[in-house]
RNA sequence: GCCCGGGUGACGGAACGGUAGACGUGGCGGACUUAAAAUCCGCGGCCCGCGAGGGCGUGAGGGUUCGAGUCCCUCCCCGGGCACCA
């Protein structure tokens, strides 16, 4: 066979490793390897763009399989959530029906593409078997006080009369039905994951093995921030108001108090006569809030609502505002404004006529007076009672601590991050195990269902008469789902009918692998210790805060929960870049620039589409798909296997004692070879590993060998070769191999090591410069030094005459690469 | 506005502070062929020079260094994230 055909080559080997049980996790003495991708949500085409994630992973699972690693490497289905729905409404197909047939798709083009998962481990989201512990950890968390009920805004579509998720919001209208989307407030059910924030945010200090930008990423999002807490207490009533600063040291300046238009507290502060006047000032605020673009900002808008505070410090009667530009769920939901050192406050004063008070000083000059814009740097305090004559830094700590020690307020720490709400108005998704029962829970705060009534199942539908994407949640439309019995009464209740977000499913199913089939728990204690945490872990950056963050956050729930060795739940994390189209632009149906991947595969092999999208580019980065440079890694594999076949008949060739001459040449060729690409592979750096291999292949392809020991270090290179080249073009590897006499997988045989005898070189080429310029080159024994080296570069026929006439200043000397003359 | 990335031949990309452009794609020239495909050989940053050679060159400008694509400062452009966050 002097042309390699993979049409032939790939199924074979498919099916051998299949038969064989290669990809098999078997728990035996060998280390643990688990390698995870993110998994995907099976859509009904595979291209390029979806697998490059699945070929990074099984690019470094083979290779440790080689390596003598039990690697776990298992995939699976995150198969429950909007577009699956929104696909079954739009064709009035049952979600289960089409990612049933969708999965068939995804699992045939993988095998295709030659990835080595241990299917037996497979697990679908959408499965009750799998849904179930999501359904269980909700009853866990919700015991260890994780989980509660709350109002919160949502997006809101009047036109659907439903809830919509973020990301069905695009440009402040709704993706299906282009209604302008509101904020409503809406009961639902939250995680507690603020409670977890601070924790969040230390533990990314031990995580050195995530991309640094993923890390600042998540810092970003918990968004500590540090300061101070103060009340205000409103005049004749007994209510007061806190606020969050970081600027305590501008206390003193403070003129007004600002809370959100929907702040609680306004019922019951606001006099009677301005009652109707705020009310309509808070209604307009949320329809314009519900209008605005996400990237707006509103116009700064406020009433005074006749409330008066009272300054903790000075005891002054302040006007309290209801205002737009304070945010009702971050710190406190009130502010204290300092017109004359905070930009926001500054603007809104201006707006209004509220007065300014300078309390903070530049260390050096002066203010322009009156101030033209807020001077917002630290500085010295001025006009503030005892604290005048601090500096900003002091004067913030003493501050804090006077209003502990006074009773009305101290250091506080606020975070960005927002609890988890979970409650989706949607049928395709893992039910929320609680039932209300009216007599037993007047409060309607929901009983738990027991855990012997798990899994809450999904109930099979009339997908035309539930699925229009209009109404009430579809759940509510299925009586038979609906009417159930109180588990404490056992009179009638009623069903949650809200199903929780798909981050639920997808923030545990990696311990799932270890134990998927398993019906008393979710896994074991044991195989969690066996396999945790998972030691590569490989997705798309778009995941750095959501996935991710919940990800951890769970680990650190099951962590107390005794279930799991650590509170993290990967070592090292890879973001792989996006696979553009061959015009530069994101893969898509939309801009008719996919690769697919039967295509690819049928037309340039499996091995071929790999070896592309490994060479590309380092994985981290974006690559464009381009059908040419596939074809050139077709050429090259061809190239790789004539080099084989035509060294084939020397594959039996007895190794003499000694190897010298081009023998000896070729032999080092393929093991300084082996020695960097073994370590390009360490360090993710296949399009590097790939180059080296390429040059390898040129060096050696023109060779005729004349004698045994050329003949033996052929067969001894091109071994050597495919074993190097197995992680990326797996099927070829193996023929060759198989070819050369090799009974078992490479997979089996055990990564080699280079000769480091061979890694050796006898001379040396050192660079030659004048003040730093190339001036030539000299060649010298290995272990010449400094002295050699300088009378081997003087008596250069190129050098000298840099040299001739000047002083020689200094002689620098880097051993093994290079000589530099500082000339004058 | 703030926080991340990133700017290197026609293109994708290489390069522990030490020969810039490895490897590949495309291009050009040649061999083989009746022809094409496949394959093989050669050329390939810019400027000057017949040549040997010399000068310039990693977004722009400055700096540190014997030596800077790489480190530091200022700025420009592209991509991404967050955003009235107190």
């Known amino acids: 066979m002097s042309r390699y055909d993979p049409a032939v080559t790939e199924p074979k080997w498919q099916k051998a490793w299949d038969e064989a049980g290669t990809f098999r996790a078997r728990r035996d003495q060998r280390p643990k390897y688990y390698v995870l991708e993110m998994f995907p949500y099976p859509s009904g085409d595979v291209h390029m763009g979806h697998v490059r994630n699945y070929l990074i992973g099984d690019v470094i699972a083979r290779l440790h399989l080689s390596r003598g690693y039990d690697v776990l490497h298992p995939m699976g289905w995150d198969a429950l959530g909007l577009p699956a729905e929104n696909a079954a409404i739009r064709d009035k197909r049952h979600p289960a029906e089409r990612t049933a047939e969708n999965v068939r798709t995804f699992k045939k083009e993988m095998r295709r593409l030659g990835l080595s998962y241990d299917w037996s481990r497979e697990i679908n989201t959408s499965d009750p078997e799998t849904y179930k512990w999501s359904q269980w950890f909700f009853l866990k968390f919700r015991e260890r006080g994780l989980v509660y009920r709350r109002y919160a805004q949502v997006n809101w579509c009047p036109g659907c009369k439903t809830a919509l998720a973020n990301e069905q919001v695009k440009d402040g209208l709704c993706e299906r039905s282009g209604d302008v989307v509101e904020k409503r407030r809406m009961?639902?059910?939250?995680?507690?994951?603020?409670?977890?924030?601070?924790?969040?945010?230390?533990?990314?200090?031990?995580?050195?093995?995530?991309?640094?930008?993923?890390?600042?990423?998540?810092?970003?999002?918990?968004?500590?921030?540090?300061?101070?807490?103060?009340?205000?207490?409103?005049?004749?009533?007994?209510?007061?108001?806190?606020?969050?600063?970081?600027?305590?040291?501008?206390?003193?300046?403070?003129?007004?108090?600002?809370?959100?238009?929907?702040?609680?507290?306004?019922?019951?502060?606001?006099?009677?006569?301005?009652?109707?006047?705020?009310?309509?000032?808070?209604?307009?605020?949320?329809?314009?809030?519900?209008?605005?673009?996400?990237?707006?900002?509103?116009?700064?808008?406020?009433?005074?609502?006749?409330?008066?505070?009272?300054?903790?410090?000075?005891?002054?009667?302040?006007?309290?505002?209801?205002?737009?530009?304070?945010?009702?769920?971050?710190?406190?939901?009130?502010?204290?404004?300092?017109?004359?050192?905070?930009?926001?406050?500054?603007?809104?004063?201006?707006?209004?006529?509220?007065?300014?008070?300078?309390?903070?000083?530049p260390e050096e000059g002066a203010l322009d007076e009156p101030l033209q814009a807020a001077f917002t740097e630290d500085g010295v305090l001025a006009d503030s009672g005892p604290y005048t004559g601090l500096r900003s830094a002091e004067?913030?700590?003493?501050?804090?601590?006077?209003?502990?020690?006074?009773?009305?307020?101290?250091?506080?720490?606020?975070?960005?991050?927002?609890?988890?709400?979970?409650?989706?108005?949607?049928?395709?998704?893992?039910?929320?195990?609680?039932?209300?029962?009216e007599r037993c829970d007047p409060e309607g705060e929901g009983i738990s269902v027991p855990y012997e009534d798990l899994p809450v199942r999904i109930p099979p539908i009339n997908v035309a008469e539930v699925l229009t994407g209009t109404g009430e949640p579809p759940l509510a439309k299925v009586p038979e789902f609906v009417h159930t019995t109180c588990p404490k009464c056992g009179g009638p209740a009623r069903r949650e009918t809200e199903t929780m977000d798909t981050f639920v499913d997808s923030s545990w199913y990696f311990a799932r692998y270890l134990d998927p089939h398993n019906d008393e728990v979710p896994f074991t204690r044991e195989v969690a210790d066996r396999w945790l945490p998972v030691d590569v872990y490989i997705g798309g950056p778009e995941h750095a805060t959501m996935h991710l963050l919940y990800f951890r956050f769970w680990t650190m729930v099951m962590h107390e929960m005794g279930m799991v060795p650590e509170p993290e739940p990967v070592k090292r994390l890879i973001n792989q870049g996006i696979v553009n189209g061959p015009d530069g632009r994101k893969m898509s149906k939309r801009w008719g620039n996919v690769a697919g991947a039967t295509e690819i595969c049928e037309r340039y092999g499996a091995d071929a589409a790999r070896t592309f999208v490994m060479f590309a580019g380092p994985p981290d980065k974006d690559i464009d798909w381009s059908n040419e440079k596939v074809e050139g890694c077709a050429r090259f594999l061809q190239r790789v296997w004539r080099l084989a076949w035509k060294n084939h008949a020397h594959a039996g060739v007895a190794a003499p004692a000694a190897f010298e001459g081009r023998a000896l040449e070729i032999r080092r060729a393929a093991h300084r070879t082996l020695h960097v690409v073994t370590e390009d592979y360490d360090r993710l750096s296949m399009n590097t590993a790939v180059a080296r291999m390429m040059e390898l292949v040129n060096f050696l392809?023109?060779?005729?060998?004349?004698?045994?020991?050329?003949?033996?270090?052929?067969?001894?290179?091109?071994?050597?070769?495919?074993?190097?080249?197995?992680?990326?073009?797996?099927?070829?590897?193996?023929?060759?191999?198989?070819?050369?006499?090799?009974?078992?997988?490479?997979?089996?045989?055990?990564?080699?090591?280079?000769?480091?005898?061979?890694?050796?070189?006898e001379r040396r080429r050192y660079v030659i410069q004048v003040n730093g310029k190339l001036r030539g080159e000299v060649e010298v024994p290995a272990e010449a030094g400094e002295a050699e080296v300088r009378a081997a570069a003087e008596a250069d026929a190129k050098v000298r005459p840099h040299l001739e006439g000047k002083t020689v200043r200094k002689v620098i000397f880097v051993k093994d690469r290079l000589m530099n003359f500082v000339v004058g």
């Open 187 to 361: 009961p639902e059910w939250a995680f507690r994951i603020t409670q977890y924030s601070e924790r969040l945010l230390q533990g990314l200090d031990q995580l050195t093995e995530w991309p640094e930008e993923v890390r600042k990423k998540q810092r970003n999002w918990i968004g500590k921030s540090e300061g101070a807490k103060l009340f205000f207490d409103v005049v004749g009533s007994d209510e007061r108001i806190e606020i969050f600063t970081t600027r305590a040291d501008t206390v003193y300046g403070c003129t007004y108090v600002v809370v959100a238009p929907d702040h609680p507290i306004l019922e019951r502060i606001v006099p009677a006569e301005r009652r109707a006047a705020v009310e309509a000032f808070a209604k307009d605020q949320a329809r314009k809030a519900a209008k605005k673009r996400h990237d707006e900002e509103l116009p700064k808008e406020g009433i005074d609502t006749g409330a008066k505070v009272r300054h903790p410090f000075t005891g002054e009667k302040l006007p309290l505002w209801a205002a737009n530009f304070v945010v009702a769920d971050y710190g406190t939901g009130a502010v204290m404004c300092v017109p004359a050192h905070d930009e926001r406050d500054y603007e809104f004063a201006q707006v209004y006529g509220l007065p300014l008070r300078i309390v903070i000083r």
């Open 395 to 437: 004067a913030r700590a003493a501050i804090a601590r006077a209003a502990e020690e006074g009773g009305f307020g101290g250091p506080a720490v606020t975070y960005r991050q927002r609890d988890w709400g979970i409650s989706r108005q949607r049928y395709w998704g893992t039910p929320i195990p609680i039932v209300y029962c």
């Open 701 to 761: 392809l023109p060779i005729e060998p004349e004698t045994d020991a050329e003949k033996a270090a052929l067969a001894e290179a091109v071994r050597l070769l495919a074993t190097m080249l197995s992680p990326v073009a797996p099927h070829i590897a193996e023929e060759i191999l198989e070819a050369y006499g090799a009974s078992r997988s490479v997979l089996e045989t055990g990564w080699p090591e280079a000769d480091p005898a061979l890694l050796v070189e």
